[in-house]
């Protein structure tokens, strides 16, 4: 977990960081397709996506977010998103702008 400047830990950082670092991989994205498809679909699925996306993405131990995290984490969950769904595509210029203003917010 990434510790912010005020001392708080929290995963967005990384989570973030992952998300605009990651190289387009079309095989990885028709693979993230037929996961999201499934559990848009599968109660079952569903509740497994929601319990790995907790345990592996969010916060631990119930830990309340900052306003900025939580804006990152929603940021880095529509940037993956859209990029495995192929809505967008983002140069990275574009991310790292998108990075920078991220980084401004107080």
Same mark, same amino acid.
């Given at each position: 977990?990434? $510790?912010?400047?005020?001392?708080? +830990?929290?995963?967005?950082?990384?989570? @973030? +960081? !992952?998300?605009?670092? $990651? +190289? =387009?991989?079309?095989?990885?994205?028709?693979? &993230? *397709? &037929?996961?999201? #498809?499934? &559990?848009?679909?599968?109660? $079952?699925? *569903?509740?497994?996506?929601?319990?790995?996306?907790?345990?592996? &993405?969010?916060? $631990?131990?119930?830990?309340?977010?900052?306003?900025?995290?939580?804006?990152?984490? @929603?940021?880095?969950?529509?940037?993956?998103?859209?990029?495995?769904?192929? =809505?967008? #595509?983002?140069?990275?210029?574009?991310? #790292?702008?998108?990075?920078? !203003?991220?980084? +401004?917010?107080?």
């Amino acid at each position: 977990m990434h $510790k912010t400047e005020n001392g708080e +830990k929290d995963g967005t950082m990384g989570y @973030l +960081k !992952y998300v605009l670092e $990651k +190289k =387009s991989d079309e095989k990885y994205a028709k693979t &993230i *397709r &037929i996961v999201l #498809q499934a &559990i848009m679909i599968n109660p $079952k699925y *569903r509740e497994m996506w929601l319990e790995w996306y907790s345990l592996h &993405i969010m916060p $631990k131990d119930n830990e309340e977010l900052s306003t900025k995290s939580l804006i990152m984490f @929603l940021v880095a969950d529509g940037l993956w998103y859209a990029e495995n769904m192929s =809505s967008i #595509q983002l140069s990275e210029t574009e991310k #790292q702008k998108v990075f920078e !203003y991220l980084m +401004k917010l107080k």
